[in-house]
T-cell receptor
Framework: KAGVTQTPRYLIKTRGQQVTLSCSPI?????VSWYQQTPGQGLQFLFE???????NKGNFPGRFSGRQFSNSRSEMNVSTLELGDSALYLC????????????FGPGTRLLVL | EDQVTQSPEALRLQEGESSSLNCSYT??????LFWYRQDPGKGPEFLFT???AGEEKEKERLKATLTKKESFLHITAPKPEDSATYLC?????????????FGKGTTLSVSS
């Protein structure tokens, strides 16, 4: 089975711009979660989607948003980028109704200049 | 407040020198505890899920154990390829959905 895929793998943006990141979960996985990883804060939960609905949201400003499509693929968007948004953005998928284990993708490295 | 603390932050071992990594957690109602391995520039790779105190799981040179307040990742006779950052995360009963709360990780370096 193919793992979680994320595109693009690397991005460079400037302050004030917006960015959209994409995540394709493992086949059959319907839950998708997003995390931000920085050297200072470590891995922090952004939000989770299941059946195209947001189930839970972490403590991030409204500039961070996401959505899920009917095929379980997910996108996250960050508007009005700030320097502090530079991070590795990780997507994780989980099969629902069974194990709680989440499987992570390789991440998208975002650099904001 | 739910919290996960990992120690030590960094650990250097010689090949074959066994040791343990610690993950202490404070959570109101543990739904699950997870161990991941992360190599530089890559996403976390799943290792183990533990659900209840007393549970143990093994995979090659790694063994994870769980008590009511902490988990240990025991590494037996490590090899250089075991060098990585090991992350511990918990999932709380009171959380809607499946949000994971991560520790900052332990960076393990194994030299030959």
């Amino acid at each position: 089975k193919a793992g979680v895929t994320q595109t693009p793998r690397y991005l460079i943006k400037t302050r004030g711009q917006q960015v959209t990141l994409s995540c394709s979960p493992i086949s059959g996985h319907r839950s998708v979660s997003w995390y931000q990883q920085t050297p200072g804060q470590g891995l922090q939960f952004l939000f989770e989607y299941f059946s195209e609905t947001q189930r839970n949201k972490g403590n991030f400003p409204g500039r961070f948003s996401g959505r899920q499509f009917s095929n379980s693929r997910s996108e996250m968007n960050v508007s009005t980028l700030e320097l502090g948004d530079s991070a590795l953005y990780l997507c994780a998928s989980r099969v629902t109704g069974g194990s709680e284990t989440q499987y992570f993708g390789p991440g998208t490295r975002l650099l904001v200049l | 407040e739910d919290q996960v603390t990992q120690s030590p932050e960094a650990l250097r071992l010689q090949e074959g020198e066994s040791s343990s990594l610690n993950c202490s957690y404070t959570v109101s109602g543990l739904r699950g505890l997870f161990w991941y391995r992360q190599d530089p520039g890559k996403g976390p790779e799943f290792l183990f899920t533990l659900y209840s105190a007393g549970e143990e799981k093994e995979k090659e040179r790694l063994k994870a154990t769980l008590t009511k307040k902490e988990s240990f990742l025991h590494i037996t006779a490590p090899k250089p390829e075991d060098s990585a950052t090991y992350l511990c995360a918990v999932q709380a009963d009171h959380q809607a959905g499946t949000a994971l709360i991560f520790g900052k990780g332990t960076t393990l370096s194994v030299s030959s």
